[in-house]
């Protein structure tokens, strides 16, 4: 008489190859999440500073003066682009790509228009008071003047209910071409003027 043998699998030699994978698969989803978010930063970062370059041109282009910490200067006479028509002509003209103006994190929800907060306007006839702010604010800061900046790499969007020791990132291109990526506290409300 022959011995018994098996042509295939149990039900319950399935199920348990099937939670094994499952469980491999969740510890290998855990360990990727954090790299996943580092690589999107570094896009962010790699965004902001092909925006940077373009700037320069930009600048460079309309014969802009460099901004010295503490002299008056305008919008204008530094070359930046001037209201809603020069921000229209710097991203046809100087950067084409309409995915470096979305951050790899943006989340249509989120309320932001494209991803990034622009410094890049000023010299508005129709918003006088603020093109003065800017201009203050551009001879105030000088070439640490954000003209960029991001805040999207953060999980939590309602922040007022999150501990006072939680952080948030803030990414920022300054008008030197300096990109500044930082984590500070979550209920500091002048995050922006560091």
């Excluded at 991803?115 to 508005?124: E, H, N």
């Amino acid at each position: 008489m022959k011995p018994l043998t098996r042509k295939g699998f149990t039900l319950v030699e399935i199920l348990i190859c099937i939670a094994i994978l499952s469980l491999l698969a969740a510890v290998i989803f855990a360990a990727a999440g954090p790299a996943r978010e580092s690589a999107r930063q570094r896009v962010c970062v790699s965004n902001l500073h092909q925006i940077g370059l373009a700037t320069a041109m930009y600048i460079a282009d309309y014969d802009g003066v460099e901004v010295v910490k503490g002299s008056p200067i305008t919008f204008s006479q530094a070359g930046l682009p001037v209201g809603s028509k020069g921000l229209e002509v710097f991203f046809n003209s100087y950067l084409k790509d309409a995915q470096l103006r979305i951050c790899p994190d943006w989340r249509h929800d989120s309320g932001t228009s494209d991803g990034y907060f622009w410094g890049l306007v000023g010299d508005d006839p129709q918003y006088p008071d603020t093109a003065r702010d800017l201009d203050a604010v551009l001879s105030e800061r000088g070439q640490d003047y954000i003209l960029a900046g991001c805040i999207n790499h953060n999980v939590a969007k309602d922040t007022d209910d999150l501990p006072r020791w939680v952080q948030k990132r803030i990414i920022v291109l300054r008008l030197s071409q300096k990109i500044d990526n930082k984590l500070i506290p979550l209920h500091d409300r002048s995050a922006i003027a560091w």
